[in-house]
């Protein structure tokens, strides 16, 4: 066998078990990585918003120290302000991903590199968040009446070693939820971020 | 149906070898090859309004399906229900459709372990592309595509022989 011979049996490959749909509406799609992406961040953009929904109803439903209620507020319009801007920035990426076709390789290389760029957008998103987070989280603790948290956070206003260990704690905690974070988009985006830097990988080195 | 959607589906039709050829280089189960000939169709429909009436249509079908098939991938959960693809009865007859259909079957096999853009070199080199359509299509200059190509045949050649086959 020699390669006139595989171009001579690939002319006469038989392509009958290709089917053709009758309608282009039967066509199902979901295998591409960037398609699996876009699908991620359509639930995950509706999960956020609704949990940034419901944090502003917080004091509604708990205690809040009446006194806590504006800088709960402030802090949580800031958080929203910032989710906006995210939001926005994300929207016009779906928007890409949606209309974006792989009818060129030009097209190909900018749409990967896009999506990467957009996870590590996505990534220091929720970083930015982390704090906003653990301030509403603080103030919450410090409202309760009958919370040990408050006396300690009392103390901490006279007491610099307890002001020193709650600060650490804090830190502590927004390097957990910087680790968790990480965690939680490497195994929810990974996979497909993984597969798309094979690619580039391979389209680099051909080049 | 509307005309455009029909005329898309007729042009499929005319020029499905191309998907065909296309899914068996790039998927070796079954099952994914299917999935991937689902995704080359819709990826085309999702470009036609793209395709420039001027240009041919096999032409345009060629860099859509290929660059589809490039970063398309398996699902996960599926097994390789790889199975060898010599079947039996190829093997033992001796007319020259069979010897053809078995020479196809020991390319398809190799043809699984080359990397996706030496499969995308090999695949134009077989569709009669030229060096300079080859490179233009894959995006790399017309030398390298003759480099790469003359090692993707090498290396397709070393795993034809390995399976036994003569070369």
């Known amino acids: 066998m020699n390669f006139d011979d595989i171009k001579s049996a690939w002319s ?33 953009f509706y999960v956020q918003l609704f949990s940034l929904i419901l944090i502003g109803f917080l004091p509604r439903y708990t205690y809040f120290a009446p006194v806590l209620i504006i800088p709960f507020y402030v802090v949580y319009f800031v958080a929203v302000a910032i989710s906006v801007y995210y939001f926005f920035k994300f929207h016009l990426f779906y928007k890409q991903l949606n209309t974006a076709t792989l009818r060129s390789k030009d097209r190909l290389y900018a ?39 408050k006396a300690v956070f009392q103390a901490a206003v006279t007491n610099q ?15 957990l939820l910087m680790a968790i974070t990480t965690f939680w988009v490497n195994s929810y985006y990974g996979k497909y971020m993984k597969q798309i830097g094979k690619v580039l990988e391979e389209f680099k080195e051909a080049a | ?93 001796d007319n020259v459709a069979a010897a053809k259909e078995l020479q196809l079957a020991h390319f398809y096999k190799a043809v699984q372990k080359l990397e996706r853009i030496e499969k995308a070199l090999v695949f134009l080199h077989l569709e009669n592309y030229s060096h300079k359509e080859i490179g233009e299509n894959l995006g790399i200059s017309e030398g390298n595509a003759r ?21």
């Not at chain 2, 480099?147 to 003569?166: F, N, P, V």
């Open chain 1, 12 to 44: 006469n490959d038989n392509d009958d078990n290709v089917v053709v749909p009758s309608s282009v509406d039967q066509l199902k799609t979901l295998q591409l990585p960037v398609e699996k992406l876009r699908s991620n961040m359509k639930i995950e």
């Open chain 1, 111 to 149: 749409l990967y590199y896009e999506a990467k760029l957009s996870i590590e957008m996505y990534k220091s998103y929720a970083y930015t968040l982390i704090p906003f987070a653990l301030l509403e989280m603080a103030m919450h603790m410090a409202s309760r009446q009958d919370s040990k948290m």
């Open chain 1, 161 to 175: 070693a307890i002001a020193i260990t709650m600060v650490s704690v804090f830190l502590a905690m927004l390097l």
């Open chain 2, 1 to 93: 149906m509307k005309s455009r959607e029909k005329e898309f589906l007729d042009l499929i039709e005319t020029h499905k070898g191309i998907i065909h050829k296309i899914s068996k280089m790039y998927m070796d189960a079954e099952d994914d090859q299917q999935d991937l000939t689902q995704e080359i169709i819709y990826q085309l429909w999702k470009s036609f309004d793209s395709f420039q009436q001027q240009s041919r249509f096999s032409t345009w079908m060629y860099r859509v399906a290929l660059n589809t098939a490039l970063v398309f991938f398996k699902k996960e959960k599926r097994k390789l229900a790889v199975t060898d693809m010599m079947p039996e009865h190829i093997a033992t007859e």
């Open chain 2, 147 to 167: 480099t790469k190509l003359s090692r993707a045949k090498d290396k397709l050649k070393e795993l034809i022989k390995q399976q036994g086959y003569e070369f």
